[in-house]
């Protein structure tokens, strides 16, 4: 199985700051990598596909890169409303695995 | 508008069984590839079982393989989870999603709400 490794577990920090997620894969999965947003008591929400690809209805200050092993999710202003768990997963092989989560909230 | 909703929670004792529900809606139910995927109490997501559009092929995690049976039934719109032998370790709610894809099993761009499965003696 792929293991996906995503740090920080948690952060805190102020409103409009830059916030930066990293997920990294115990082998090459090229750019087969989601990130998802789960608000407590809520279901996850996809927000970026294929490494990069913003889902529609996304807000742009999300946005994702990587490739291979190493990705980065990045929210480039954050609101109140981001307050969230974000997990990463990859698809290149089954199972689908996903990271630990990063539980982003405000300082 | 792409609605999913699971039905069929509960709790029951290890050992026993139950039949999950998910109803879809507002999309070509049998393109798409469906799965579940379930989040234990305070833990995070774990993939548990998919099956294409046809429902011709079905993949499982190794931790239910054996145990639960994913099916559907594209003139009702619904996916189930049959789950045997159930076990504490299943305790989770269990999610509903549809895949961006057909054949492949990539990413779930529509979830459910969720459904409680509590497994206790």
């Known amino acids: 199985d792929i293991q996906m490794t995503q740090s920080p577990s948690s952060l805190s920090a102020s409103v409009g700051d830059r916030v930066t997620i990293t997920c990294q894969a115990s082998?090459?999965?090229?750019?087969?990598l989601n990130w998802y947003q789960q608000k407590p008591g809520k279901a996850p929400k996809l927000l970026i596909y294929d490494a990069s690809d913003l889902e529609t209805g996304v807000p742009s200050r999300f946005s994702g890169s990587g490739s291979g092993t190493d990705f980065t999710f990045t929210i480039s202003s954050l609101q109140p409303e981001d307050i969230a768990t974000y997990y990463c997963q990859q698809y290149d092989n089954l199972p689908l695995t996903f990271g630990g989560g990063t539980k982003v909230e405000i300082k | 508008e792409v609605q999913l909703v699971e039905s069929g929670g509960g709790l029951l004792q290890p050992g026993g069984s139950l039949r999950l529900s998910c109803a879809a809606s507002g999309f070509t139910f049998n393109t798409y590839v469906m799965t579940w995927v379930r989040q234990a109490p305070g833990k995070g997501l774990e993939w548990v079982s998919s099956i294409r559009g046809s429902g011709d092929i079905t993949y499982y995690a190794d931790s239910v393989k054996g145990r639960f049976t994913i099916s559907r039934d594209n003139s009702k719109n619904t996916l189930y989870l049959q789950m045997n032998s159930l076990r504490a370790e299943d305790t989770a709610i269990y999610y509903c999603?549809?895949?961006?894809?057909?054949?492949?099993?990539?990413?779930?761009?529509?979830w459910g709400q969720g459904t409680l499965v509590t497994v206790s003696s």
């Open positions: 999603g549809k895949d961006r894809r057909s054949r492949a099993v990539t990413t779930v761009d529509s």
């Open positions: 082998q090459d999965i090229t750019n087969y």
